[in-house]
């Protein structure tokens, strides 16, 4: 399962140990084998059974998970934001119910995604919101392993899980929930995977926090002349910074809320490029000299066009508290000379950079 934010934006910026006998190892063997490795796979083939795209596990997909708009102040912390009961549909089984056999006594176990907390709250990936998933019959909470054991079972087609959104923080951001939300393991949770549970579609996650735009698509930052005799002295050496800053324009939010602003700049001469570097762009006739930006005297580093939460080299811009309607990120840019000689003529730049709210 994973977690995104779908307010980003792209701005462009230019430059101009014991021995163990050998019966106790035999006996150690012997309990891991009955308790934790039957091998599993999906049956009932003589009977048009298994699934329909070669997997050793079935997939489900849930419908009826639609968390309309919050406000995070409304509910406490451990509180419930939004539950539904959703309804399922196996996706990949031959037939109804789907069936599964095992090589030796097995009992379910029934988890959701990541590890629980006290509360069997499981992690969403969006700040300040968890999820806890019950089972609709008996109204246990993931996880917990069933009692009864077996060789050959069949899963339900009309089971109805039902997954509560809790608030388990500070919620500063909306976010996205997709893939896998939870699965069923033979007798542990690391056991062979028997069933996985998956959103059928991206789910929204909506809560009223503030929310920004860049307030410009493109950035210029006049670099002006600068004689290499006297400004480097070798490998390293920089020359004076120029200032410049990322402007956005906020708005919304419910009372006492905030978002937090990430950013992750972007190479756009070499998009895989993760140094601190920033290259040349193409049109450049100077050599030996590449481009550096600064945050609070810190060096920044590149990284992929992605507003993903921990993209490489992404970093906090800060938080945006309600009521704030700018936001401004200032920054510095310098030349830094890369190799031993330095050829004279035009040195441009470009880089992109993606917000990232969390």
């Not at 102040?73 to 309804?87: L, M, R, W």
């Not at 997954?163 to 996205?176: D, P």
């Given at each position: 399962?994973?977690s995104?934010?779908?307010?980003?934006?792209?701005t462009?910026?230019?430059?101009p140990?014991?021995?163990?006998?050998?019966?106790?190892?035999?006996?150690?063997?012997?309990?891991a084998s009955?308790?934790?490795?039957?091998?599993?796979?999906?049956?009932?083939?003589?009977?048009?059974?298994?699934?329909?795209?070669?997997?050793?596990?079935?997939?489900?997909?849930?419908?009826?998970?639609?968390?309309?708009?919050?406000?995070?102040?409304?509910?406490?912390?451990?509180?419930?934001?939004?539950?539904?009961?959703?309804?399922?549909?196996?996706?990949?089984?031959?037939?109804?119910?789907?069936?599964?056999?095992c090589?030796?006594?097995?009992?379910?176990?029934?988890?959701?995604?990541?590890?629980?907390?006290?509360?069997?709250?499981?992690?969403?990936?969006?700040?300040?919101?968890?999820?806890?998933?019950?089972?609709?019959?008996?109204?246990?909470?993931?996880?917990?392993?069933?009692?009864?054991?077996?060789?050959?079972?069949?899963?339900?087609?009309?089971?109805?899980?039902?997954?509560?959104?809790?608030?388990?923080?500070?919620?500063?951001?909306?976010?996205?929930?997709?893939?896998?939300f939870?699965?069923?393991?033979?007798?542990?949770?690391s056991?062979?995977?028997?069933?996985?549970?998956?959103?059928?579609?991206?789910?929204?996650?909506?809560?009223?926090?503030?929310?920004?735009e860049?307030?410009?698509?493109?950035i210029?930052?006049?670099?002006?002349?600068?004689?290499?005799?006297?400004?480097?002295?070798?490998?390293?050496?920089?020359?004076p910074?120029?200032?410049f800053?990322?402007?956005?324009?906020?708005?919304?939010?419910?009372?006492?809320?905030?978002?937090?602003?990430?950013?992750?700049?972007?190479?756009?001469?070499s998009?895989?490029?993760?140094?601190?570097?920033?290259?040349l762009?193409?049109?450049?006739?100077?050599?030996?000299?590449?481009i550096?930006?600064?945050?609070?005297s810190t060096?920044?580093?590149?990284?992929?066009?992605?507003?993903?939460?921990?993209?490489?080299?992404?970093?906090?811009?800060?938080?945006?508290?309600?009521?704030?309607a700018?936001?401004?990120?200032?920054?510095?840019?310098?030349?830094?000379?890369?190799?031993?000689?330095?050829?004279?003529?035009s040195?441009?730049a470009?880089?992109?950079?993606?917000?990232?709210?969390?």
């Amino acid at each position: 399962m994973k977690s995104t934010d779908d307010r980003s934006a792209k701005t462009r910026i230019r430059f101009p140990t014991k021995p163990v006998s050998l019966g106790t190892a035999f006996v150690l063997t012997m309990f891991a084998s009955v308790y934790t490795y039957a091998a599993c796979n999906p049956s009932g083939a003589l009977t048009g059974g298994g699934t329909t795209d070669g997997k050793n596990y079935y997939y489900a997909t849930i419908n009826g998970f639609s968390p309309p708009p919050f406000s995070p102040g409304d509910t406490p912390i451990g509180g419930v934001i939004y539950e539904a009961t959703g309804t399922i549909a196996f996706q990949n089984a031959k037939k109804l119910p789907p069936e599964t056999s095992c090589s030796w006594f097995t009992s379910t176990y029934v988890s959701g995604i990541g590890v629980p907390d006290a509360n069997n709250v499981y992690p969403t990936g969006i700040a300040g919101v968890g999820m806890r998933i019950i089972d609709s019959d008996s109204k246990t909470p993931w996880p917990y392993k069933a009692s009864s054991s077996w060789l050959s079972t069949s899963w339900k087609p009309d089971y109805k899980p039902t997954i509560q959104l809790v608030r388990t923080g500070e919620i500063t951001a909306h976010g996205t929930l997709s893939g896998a939300f939870g699965r069923y393991t033979a007798n542990t949770a690391s056991g062979d995977l028997l069933v996985e549970y998956r959103f059928a579609s991206p789910v929204s996650v909506l809560p009223s926090v503030p929310t920004c735009e860049v307030g410009t698509t493109k950035i210029d930052v006049p670099m002006g002349r600068v004689v290499s005799s006297t400004t480097f002295s070798g490998v390293g050496s920089t020359s004076p910074t120029q200032q410049f800053e990322i402007a956005l324009r906020c708005s919304g939010g419910d009372p006492q809320t905030a978002s937090r602003a990430f950013v992750t700049l972007t190479d756009a001469a070499s998009p895989g490029n993760t140094s601190n570097r920033l290259s040349l762009s193409g049109d450049s006739t100077a050599k030996g000299i590449a481009i550096q930006i600064l945050k609070d005297s810190t060096v920044l580093s590149y990284g992929p066009d992605s507003s993903a939460a921990g993209n490489t080299n992404q970093w906090s811009a800060g938080t945006i508290n309600q009521g704030q309607a700018g936001f401004r990120i200032p920054l510095e840019a310098r030349y830094v000379q890369t190799e031993p000689e330095i050829t004279a003529g035009s040195a441009n730049a470009s880089a992109t950079f993606t917000m990232s709210y969390q």
